[in-house]
């Protein structure tokens, strides 16, 4: 859906632009919230969302209703955070980090490559404050609020011909997000990274245009990319980060009262969100296994891929002025 057709839609469908309170701060009566995801029901996202919405419903007695569009029906995630920065169409949603680069270029160091060690480190992470200065940015540059943390999911390599070391690696043509840090990265690994709208991934790989991309295996379960990305390559190389977030201009539109309760049930929904997509990740990984749908690998010498990253990792955050930032994630215990 291209964003004029969108524009047109949403015209007619109205906005979260009306959302106002009655006075002294009580939460006003047949409110509307609107919520979009790429996937379906089963996904964790989804299910973070329907978390959501279940606990500021119960909150509220029902007063807040919600409109959540699945299956990428309001476009794809760049079509989300443009939606959410203007105020528009789009209230809340679980958004990657590296898809809000656009508007706050810091962002996406939370979904850098190789950044976490494994789950505790991550989690360790998420349930801290340290992210805080990359919220605060992303509500100063973009206008969206941050209230919540989901993912979980460990992304691999998915790709038509297998790519299980470095010789294979190199010159590899795969799909990366739009975030200068991933191709950054996978450029240090000798790899031919290209930024390829997520809704065109399938096409470019069917056709040739590229060999594969880098996703978690919940995405490539839901959207069937097996079909023509069937080699899985455990890299491991990152734990997803995806933050719950809500159009600031919608937040700023509610009570106090309502604004505590919003918050509230985003730090809840995104903790369930973890906890799903982290136990789903493995399981999701041997269904597609079991079925024949994919062929798992490891990936030969994946301590060289560590060395690789760092000193990219280093000038990144140094050209952000996050030094401190990233090694304070680094330490985190």
Do not use: C
């Not at 509220?60 to 920065?85: I, K, M, P, W, Y």
């Not at 000798?190 to 040739?208: F, H, K, L």
């Not at 201009?249 to 929904?269: H, N, Y």
Request: net charge negative; proline share 4%.
């Amino acid at each position: 859906m291209t964003f004029t057709k969108f524009m047109h839609f949403t015209r007619t469908i109205g906005t979260a632009a009306g959302l106002a309170l009655v006075a002294q701060g009580a939460i006003a009566q047949d409110m509307t919230l609107r919520g979009a995801s790429l996937f379906d029901e089963d996904h964790a996202y989804t299910k973070t969302l329907r978390e959501f919405e279940r606990l500021v419903s119960e909150a509220t007695d029902g007063a807040v209703a919600f409109e959540l569009h699945l299956n990428g029906e309001l476009g794809d995630e760049s079509d989300f955070v443009t939606f959410l920065q203007q105020g528009v169409a789009i209230d809340y949603a679980v958004m990657a980090p590296s898809n809000m680069a656009v508007f706050a270029p810091s962002i996406p160091l939370m979904d850098m490559p190789f950044l976490f060690r494994d789950l505790d480190h991550w989690n360790a992470v998420l349930s801290s404050d340290v992210l805080a200065p990359l919220e605060e940015q992303l509500l100063e540059k973009a206008d969206i609020k941050i209230i919540g943390y989901a993912g979980g999911g460990t992304r691999n390599l998915a790709s038509s011909a297998p790519v299980t070391n470095m010789d294979e690696l190199s010159g590899h043509k795969m799909r990366v997000m739009g975030a200068p840090i991933q191709a950054q990265v996978f450029s240090a690994l000798d790899a031919a990274p290209s930024v390829i709208a997520y809704n065109e991934v399938y096409n470019a790989i069917q056709t040739g245009v590229i060999a594969g991309f880098e996703n978690e295996a919940a995405a490539i379960q839901n959207l069937k990319f097996y079909e023509v990305a069937p080699n899985i390559t455990l890299t491991k190389h990152a734990i997803t980060v995806r933050p719950l977030v809500m159009a600031n201009k919608t937040f700023q539109k509610l009570s106090p009262e309502l604004q505590q309760i919003v918050l509230d049930a985003g730090a809840k929904a995104g903790a369930l969100g973890r906890e799903v997509e982290s136990s789903e990740d493995a399981m999701k990984l041997q269904q597609m296994a079991d079925a024949g749908q994919v062929q798992v690998a490891e990936f030969a010498g994946r301590e060289k891929l560590l060395d690789l990253v760092v000193p990219v990792q280093d000038a990144y955050a140094a050209e952000l002025g996050a030094t401190d930032l990233l090694a304070a994630i680094r330490d985190m215990e």
